[in-house]
């Protein structure tokens, strides 16, 4: 059995931070890559942010220098910290895991207006 969770969405104004934060039971973090995804209504979902089993990683190009992704091999926890959000960060975040990313949470919205 495996399970994902996602916490720390919100409403932000334009300019605010957020962390997120993905906990996984059933499967072992840093066995695996890790990577935060994001959807919009209307938009297809896109990658945000990735990191692997060695922690390097890699951003989409509107999120870099605002977001830092992270991970707590302990834990089995991953993080993505937000700042000066914008409207266009607005959506639906997924963290996800596993070979082919096959393990998905259920999704925390973060809402910047």
């Known amino acids: 059995h495996v399970q994902l969770v996602e916490s720390g969405g919100g409403s932000v104004h334009t300019g605010g931070s957020l962390t997120l934060s993905c906990t996984a039971t059933g499967v072992t973090y840093k066995n695996y890559c890790m990577g935060w995804f994001r959807q919009a209504p209307g938009k297809e979902r896109e990658a945000v942010a990735a990191?692997?089993?060695?922690?390097?990683?890699t951003y989409e190009d509107s999120v870099k220098g605002r977001f830092t992704i992270s991970r707590d091999n302990a834990k089995n926890t991953v993080y993505l910290q937000m700042n000066s959000l914008k409207s266009e960060d607005t959506a639906l975040y997924y963290c996800a895991t596993g070979r082919d990313f096959g393990y998905w949470g259920q999704g925390t919205q973060v809402t910047v207006s």
């Open positions: 990191i692997d089993s060695e922690s390097n990683t």
